[in-house]
């Protein structure tokens, strides 16, 4: 049975017949990977911490890559953690260009008056990217130790290092007063 | 275990995770990115093509010619030798590109100097150009960076370009301007309003798509309290959908155009855009009375 998606509305329906620019076996890759990771994308972005119209950029920024990139795409053994990874380096760098303009960002300026923005989705705002990415996978993802080295090229220690330091950063997090500073 | 210990750990970000759903708008809105971006990559596919075809046709063309340029003219000089003197003339260096990075398009031609009192406005190398009212895109005014590829159209507007040798940042003080820039065959928009600041090239390349743009501007427009914003919103969709009718972004342009008319309460007017966006475009689908209405009773409930 085809799969059922989302149309701009919101209406389920057939994705047979979405878009018609759909020709080439490659723009129908990217599409397919679109409709699978497009939401999960979304939420990276926006537990990461950008603004929910960074966050559409952040998907968009990513797929132009796979659309430019395809054959590496193609070559990822998981693709999930890969388009994972590269929505946190994303949405890191919105982030960081975010705060060097120096004036108001056109994103701030034009964003909607109400609707939800973060509602404390951020909660991986301000971590460093490796932690940020090595509990995405591990958590989210569900990707073992050795997994997540495989997928950011490092050693096992390292990630057990990642998630140690990236788990202490979110108790004191959650809980601030089980944490108190060194004096 | 590691795992019982890291409880907290994982409803937090399970709970995070939740709240970072996407709604039905943001999914509209990455889908109509993210079908612009089909659409302009399918397009650059198609000139890249066609340049490629008309180079290969250019070059056997050119070969031909100047082998049989070449024929004629050893004819010539075989006759004409040895009584002719040759002489070459110094080949004159063709001057270098102008450095400005913004240019000031008016009905008259280009201007080279700032003039408050109409017409005569700055070629800017470095430095400012300001846009007063009576400069207007319908009478033919705009800005272009040419080196960036940008145009910015005011619509009866004030705004300031400050340009550097690499980048122009735009302020809106009034009214709104459509920047549209041209990056190869993609066009793409950004609608600004009074109190945005931009700058180009970074809006250039990256979030600037008209359906995205179109879509903050109708947001934009359901939170603007001024009247003569609003009107000067739906004017910016209006020519941006009238300039480029079959633009894949159109068809959603309409939709938001319909809404916009809607909740401004021309009702009349917002239902038939929003039929036209129906029937441009399957995929817009749903009763347009009952999305009317919802638009205006919006727009009711905020206290406009």
Known sequence: MAPRVTNLLGTPRDDTHYPDTMASDESGYVERLYRAHRERLFRVAMVVGVAREAAWDVVHEVFRDVLAHTDRYRAAENIEAYLVTAAVHTARRARVAAKRRESRPLDEALDAPTGPQSGGADLLRGLPEPEATALLLHYQVGLSYSEIAAVMKVSVRHVETLLERGRAALRTRLDPDDHPREP | ?304
């Open chain 2, 1 to 304: 275990m590691a795992d019982d210990r890291d409880d907290p750990i994982r409803t937090a970000l399970d709970r995070a995770w939740h709240r970072a759903a996407p709604t039905d708008e943001d999914l509209a809105a990455m889908d109509a990115q993210f079908r612009s971006m089909l659409a302009a990559n399918a397009s650059t596919r198609r000139a890249a093509a066609n340049a490629r075809r008309t180079r290969v046709l250019l070059a056997v063309g050119l070969a031909a010619a100047a082998g049989v340029a070449l024929v004629i003219r050893r004819a010539v000089l075989d006759r004409q030798a040895p009584a002719m003197a040759h002489h070459t003339a110094p080949r004159e260096t063709a001057p270098a590109a102008p450095a400005w990075a913004a240019q000031v398009v008016s009905p008259g031609g280009r201007m080279d100097a700032r003039d408050d009192d109409g017409g005569r406005v700055a070629l800017v190398h470095e430095g400012t150009v300001e846009f007063s009212g009576h400069h207007r895109a319908d009478q033919g005014y705009r800005v272009r960076i040419p080196s960036l590829d940008v145009d910015l159209e005011p619509l009866g507007t004030r705004f300031v370009v400050e340009v550097t040798a690499t980048r122009a940042r735009v302020t809106v003080r009034e009214g709104v301007v459509q920047a549209t820039c041209h990056r190869g065959a993609r066009l793409s928009y950004a609608v600004l309003g009074a109190g945005d600041v931009a700058e180009f090239p970074a809006r250039c390349d990256d979030t600037g798509d008209a359906a995205l743009a179109l879509y903050r501007m109708a947001q934009r427009f359901e939170g603007d309290d001024r009247a003569a914003s609003r009107v000067s919103l739906v004017a910016a969709v209006e020519a941006l959908v009238a300039r480029h009718p079959t633009h894949p972004s159109a068809p959603h342009a309409r939709w938001m155009l319909g809404r916009a008319r809607c909740a401004m309460g021309d009702v009349g007017e917002g239902t038939r855009a929003l039929r036209e966006a129906q029937q441009r475009d399957a995929h817009l689908v749903g009763d347009v009375e009952a999305v009317c209405r919802a638009a205006a009773e919006r727009a009711h409930d905020a206290g406009r």
